[in-house]
């Protein structure tokens, strides 16, 4: 029994990237009901992070350390910002290599949005994407029959990489946005914790689920692409196909919509450069990715079988280069933002680390 859990454990290792050293206190992994009706099985979370083996610990420790004689990870400088750089409001850098200055705490609750895994503390942006995610909340709702957005990782309070997840989300320009609706009365912090995602596909894992995946959906992100300030959208390239199929004539916004590993039960807003500090992505071509692109894609999806998990006490996994930033491969602005003192908040912008009880049963 305790050698299938630990198989479990490797092979859900294996499927998610880096797992930094707050994956030493894991985030417990309980099956919370979701709170809408969940029309398929949920599917756990890639930012979900299993408990590490005593091998793996020690892998990490000893990468840590190696580092520390010449200086530490920024990884683990940023990761320990609890607030914002009280600064002008700047994204510096690429999105996968840079920070943010300024950054803005969008609030835990909305009239059009509820922020999940508040204990991540990673609802922070640019400005102006605070701004974009509410403009998009409120027009889900009012115009595209949408309940109300559930918001995943933007950024952490200074931007720059982090312990878990994600290779970029790193200059407060990123956005993840559940495609589970909000539910209509408010999450407690440990169900915004603990509950799962519904993945749109199907069981083929290269096709969406039609009674899962909506016109709503659609609706959705064809709304999020609609703003000129949103450069990019992600979603699995199944989701791309679906929307290929069912854009009709208008078909302008599906060249902002990339096929991109992952994103299933969620999709990612990316919005561009709005400052001199960060780099431009090449402007969108005009093609609408729905031909030999997205069919690329899906092969490529479809050929990707879940490794079998190693045996108990194997090799750990070794993280890659690309993780192992330090501050000298930053833009040499973002020491300054994680040096500068922290912005004071307004009490409802405060983050709220730790989950509140909850009444309901687990
Ligand atoms: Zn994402």
Same mark, same amino acid.
């Given at each position: 029994m305790h050698r299938v859990r630990f198989q479990i454990l490797i092979l859900a290792l294996l499927v998610t990237s880096f797992p930094g050293l707050s994956a030493l206190k894991a985030e417990p992994n309980r099956n919370v009901p979701a !709170?809408?009706?969940?029309?398929r099985p949920v599917v756990p979370l890639p930012q979900q992070k299993p408990k590490l083996s005593a091998a793996q610990v020690a892998a990490i420790k000893k990468q840590q350390k190696q580092h520390k004689k010449t200086e530490p990870l920024a990884k683990i400088l940023f990761g320990a910002k609890k607030v914002a750089a009280a600064l002008p409001p700047r994204a510096v850098g690429w999105y996968s290599k840079g920070c943010l200055a300024g950054g803005e705490h969008l609030s835990d609750n909305g009239d059009a949005w509820q922020t999940m895994r508040p204990s991540r503390n990673r609802a922070w942006g640019h400005p102006k994407l605070i701004a974009l995610v509410k403009r998009l909340a409120h027009d889900a709702q009012t115009k595209d029959h949408w309940p109300g957005l559930l918001i995943g990782d933007i950024a952490q309070p200074r931007g720059g990489p982090m312990l878990t997840g994600h290779a970029s989300h790193q200059v407060g320009l990123d956005a993840d946005i559940w495609l589970t609706p909000m539910p209509n009365r408010v999450l407690s912090y440990r169900e915004r914790d603990n509950i799962s995602a519904v993945s749109m596909l199907d069981n083929t894992g290269v096709a969406v689920d039609p009674k899962v995946f909506t016109p709503e959906h659609v609706a959705l992100i064809k709304r999020a692409a609609s703003? !000129?300030?949103?450069?990019r959208i992600f979603v699995h390239p199944a989701i791309k196909k679906a929307l290929c199929n069912a854009a009709g004539t208008d078909r302008a916004w599906l060249g902002k919509v990339r096929p991109l590993w992952g994103h299933h039960y969620h999709f990612h807003v990316r919005i561009g450069c709005p400052n001199g500090g960060c780099r431009h992505q090449p402007p969108v071509t005009g093609e609408d990715g729905c031909g030999k692109e997205v069919d690329e894609w899906l092969k490529r999806v479809a050929k990707v079988k879940p490794e079998p998990p190693p045996e108990p006490g194997g090799k750990p996994m070794v993280p890659s280069a690309k993780r192992m930033v330090t501050m000298e491969q930053l833009p040499t602005e973002c020491r300054a933002v994680l040096n500068a003192p922290a912005v004071r908040l307004v009490k409802e912008d405060q983050p709220k680390p730790k989950p509140e009880q909850t009444t309901a049963k687990k």
């Open positions: !709170p809408v009706a969940a029309r703003y !000129p300030e949103v450069e």
